[in-house]
């Protein structure tokens, strides 16, 4: 049974690199294609989550899936620098920014926790319910802490 889920998991990695790739193509002739970007981002995204996303059933592969999120990222971003005020880029930027944080090792949590509340900055409406992990929270306790010991 397991592996016949793996198996559908690497056909839709397989699905969606291959509409990455179709989508590319279109984006390069047509890159100001609101719609192909979005749809390259998105493809990007989804590609990531079946690499790695702890959440969803996925290959293990962490490092792909970062890599595919970062695309995915800078897409947001170009699409939210477009027209800061279109909510759904900016929706689209901060969804994508949670999960590069997400999925990154826990080796440098600053950045994770910049990442972290630049999301939390473009999703204002979901602040109240989007909760900082138990790590990042630990890790600002604990950076604060460190920066009291090294105020005295």
């Given at each position: 049974m397991a592996e016949?889920?793996?198996s559908r998991v690497n056909d839709s990695l397989d699905n969606y690199l291959r509409g990455a790739s179709e989508l590319e193509k279109l984006v390069a002739s047509n890159p100001r294609s609101?719609?192909?970007?979005r749809e390259l981002m998105l493809a990007y995204g989804h590609a990531a989550d079946v690499s790695g996303n702890?959440?969803?059933q996925n290959l293990g592969d962490r490092k792909a899936a970062l890599n595919y999120y970062?695309?995915?990222a800078e897409i947001g971003k170009e699409l939210y620098l477009a027209d800061p005020s279109y909510q759904r880029a900016a929706t689209d930027y901060g969804i994508v920014l949670s999960r590069v944080?997400?999925?990154?090792?826990d080796v440098n949590p600053t950045a994770k926790i910049s990442i972290e509340?630049?999301?939390l900055r473009l999703l204002p409406r979901q602040r109240r319910s989007?909760?900082?992990t138990g790590l990042s929270r630990f890790i600002r306790r604990l950076s604060f802490s460190t920066?009291?010991?090294r105020s005295l």
């Amino acid at each position: 049974m397991a592996e016949a889920n793996l198996s559908r998991v690497n056909d839709s990695l397989d699905n969606y690199l291959r509409g990455a790739s179709e989508l590319e193509k279109l984006v390069a002739s047509n890159p100001r294609s609101l719609s192909w970007n979005r749809e390259l981002m998105l493809a990007y995204g989804h590609a990531a989550d079946v690499s790695g996303n702890p959440g969803l059933q996925n290959l293990g592969d962490r490092k792909a899936a970062l890599n595919y999120y970062q695309k995915a990222a800078e897409i947001g971003k170009e699409l939210y620098l477009a027209d800061p005020s279109y909510q759904r880029a900016a929706t689209d930027y901060g969804i994508v920014l949670s999960r590069v944080e997400t999925v990154m090792e826990d080796v440098n949590p600053t950045a994770k926790i910049s990442i972290e509340n630049e999301s939390l900055r473009l999703l204002p409406r979901q602040r109240r319910s989007i909760r900082p992990t138990g790590l990042s929270r630990f890790i600002r306790r604990l950076s604060f802490s460190t920066w009291a010991v090294r105020s005295l």
